[in-house]
Each structure stands twice: as C-alpha cells, then as structure tokens.
Antibody, heavy 127, light 110 residues
C-alpha cells in the first residue's frame, strides 16, 4: 500500500521560495505520476501540477512561471518549488499519486484521478 | 473561480438521499472521466468515485456517481452524520492540459 510522507518549511516571507518534498513508500515509484495540489484556507482544491519518474512535467497554466517540480528516483521522492511567494500562496499543500490513462478501443476516454494523498503541509506566507 | 461548478452547500436529514452536481464543459467532463473526493474536516481528501461511477475498495455502495454530457452527479443514500464533509469533483481538462477540480460542496446532515 502506497504511503506519502511530505515535509518542508511552513512559514515564509513574501518573495521567498516555497520548497516541499514528498517521499513515496510502498508500491512502484516508476509506474505512477505524482502531483502537488493545494488548498487555501476555507477554499477548494487547486491542481499545481504533476511529474512522472522520468521528470516529465505538466503545470497549472496560472502557476507555470513560478513552479518547478523535480524527482529523485534513487530516493523515491519528488519535490515542489514555488518562487516569489505572496500571501495568496498561503495554503495546505498536498502531495498525491495520480492514476491516469485512456480507456476504450473505439471511443477512447481519458481518466485522471488521485488515489493516494499525503497528510498535507500548511504553508503560511507572511511578513 | 473553479473550472468545474458545484453548489456551495447541500443538506438533508439522516437516512435521506442527497445529490451533488458538477458542471463542466466539452473539454473536461464532456470527454473525460470524472472522479469524486470526500474531505472530512481537518483531513486530506479521499477518493470516493472514479471512472464516473466506480467505487474504490472499501467505499460503501451508498455512494454512487453518474454522468450525462458535461455534467456529473454524486449521490449519497442513507445519509449518516459521519457523511458531513466537503465533496469535490475532479477530472482532466484537455484544453488547459491540466487537472481541474470543482469548488467543493459542503454537505450538512441535519
């Protein structure tokens, strides 16, 4: 059973860089894609992006200019960096496992869902 | 502003049934599978439904999902006080090339 353990700095000043890491225990690191999702206080979920074991990434267009994700396959870990943070980046940040693919032979339909979530890291940006 | 639209809140009495809607477009729900998540207070979300209507192991059949066109629906029957939570729909948006979620619906079991 896959478990995710995440860590990183919880208090940042405006303009600093957010850095979080997530370790994957159990399962196959190379068979999955890995995602970061955040949730501002009292608000909904926001997909930040994803990375696979080869380091191929997809980012939320609204955050793309500030986001970098990386992977360390030797440690079964993946990381998130978000530069130039502001108060609007204050949120709980979750690492997660993505299950995605295409079903169907004639009508091909994409599936994309999160089946394992980390416990979340609260990140506060304040001067 | 979320790409997928959900009602902010729904409520029903214990034992009753409730439905939560999720409206999208032809670039997301209209062509890709929908998933649903339950988030109990102070915890990480949990997968409830995938492939529009499939339940992971351990999810009771009181929870169901359906889809028609560019809208999806989560149904919960036999409501329990323990079902009080926020519920989110999610899918892939093939135009944005990104994962997308609804804004969430808070379920109150009166």
């Amino acid at each position: 059973q896959v478990q995710l353990q995440q860590w990183g700095a919880g208090l940042l000043k405006p303009s600093e860089t957010l850095s979080l890491t997530c370790a994957v225990y159990g399962g196959s690191f190379s068979d999955s894609s890995w995602s970061w999702i955040r949730q501002p206080p009292g608000k909904g979920l926001e997909w930040i992006g994803e990375i696979n074991h080869s380091g191929i990434t997809k980012y939320n267009p609204s955050l793309k200019s500030r986001v970098t994700m990386s992977v360390d396959t030797s440690k079964n870990q993946f990381s998130l960096r978000l530069t130039s943070v502001t108060a609007a980046d204050t949120a709980v940040y979750y690492c997660a496992r993505v299950i995605w693919g295409i079903r169907g032979l004639i009508v091909r339909v994409k599936y994309y869902y999160i089946d394992v979530w980390g416990k979340g890291t609260t990140v506060t940006v304040s001067s | 502003q979320s790409v997928l639209t959900q009602p902010p809140s729904v409520s029903a009495a214990p034992g009753q049934k409730v439905t939560i809607s999720c409206s999208g477009s032809s670039s997301n729900i209209g062509i890709n599978y929908v998933s649903w998540y339950q988030q109990l207070p102070g915890t990480a979300p949990k997968l409830l439904i995938y492939y529009d209507s499939e339940r992971p192991s351990g999810i009771p059949d009181r929870f169901s999902g359906s889809k028609s066109g560019t809208s999806a629906t989560l149904g919960i029957t036999g409501l329990q006080t323990g079902d009080e939570a926020d519920y989110y729909c999610g899918t892939w948006d093939s135009s944005l090339i990104a994962g997308v979620f609804g804004g969430g619906t808070k379920l109150t079991v009166l």
